[in-house]
């Protein structure tokens, strides 16, 4: 089979983000049906393909190389021609290399590969400031909160979440 992931070959995702890929095969031309004869003659002397393609999912590899206690483990598609990834699965500052194998159920030594790599970064800090979108004169007392922010990356940050504040005139 010829295996394609659909998309770029190199994808962008943020951690705190789900995301699904993709891929499909696509039988030669030899492949027939079975009971059928092979009419093209570049196939003469091929084996005859028929059936059903089994997929599977698996990461290569992963650079720089993960920390300690944060393996990935693939979801429960990765048995299936779409493979699903939940938010926070990745770490952010790597880049995954995964394969789709696509191979006939009836003969597993016939198979396609193909690879994407999925470049996970670290999702902007939103900031949410309570108190701050008003006027005032220059003897009233100003209370910001900013405790409503947030840090989409959680426990993939690098730094504890901590606030500073400046004031521009």
């Not at 010829?2 to 770029?8: L, S």
């Not at 890929?21 to 028929?50: E, F, H, K, M, Y």
């Not at 910001?144 to 990356?153: C, E, I, P, Q």
Request: charged content about 15%; proline content about 7%; hydrophobic content about 40%.
């Amino acid at each position: 089979p010829v295996v394609e992931i659909e998309g770029p070959s190199t994808i962008n995702v943020q951690t705190s983000a789900q995301f699904k890929l993709r891929g499909s095969a696509v039988l030669s031309v030899c492949a027939t049906t079975p009971g059928s004869a092979v009419t093209d003659p570049c196939c003469a002397g091929q084996p005859s393909l028929s059936g059903a393609v089994v997929y599977a999912w698996s990461l290569k590899s992963v650079t720089p190389a993960l920390p300690a206690g944060k393996e990935l483990t693939l979801h429960e598609t990765q048995s299936t021609r779409q493979l699903f990834m939940p938010a926070n699965s990745l770490v952010p500052g790597h880049v995954y290399t995964m394969e789709l194998r696509a191979s006939m159920a009836n003969n597993a030594s016939i198979y396609g590969v193909s690879t994407v790599h999925v470049n996970c970064y670290f999702a902007p800090l939103i900031a949410r400031i309570s108190g701050g979108n008003r006027a005032l004169s220059a003897e009233d007392d100003v209370l910001l909160d900013a405790t409503g922010s947030v840090d989409k990356d959680g426990s993939h940050s690098s730094a504890p979440f901590s606030f500073r504040w400046t004031c521009a005139t």
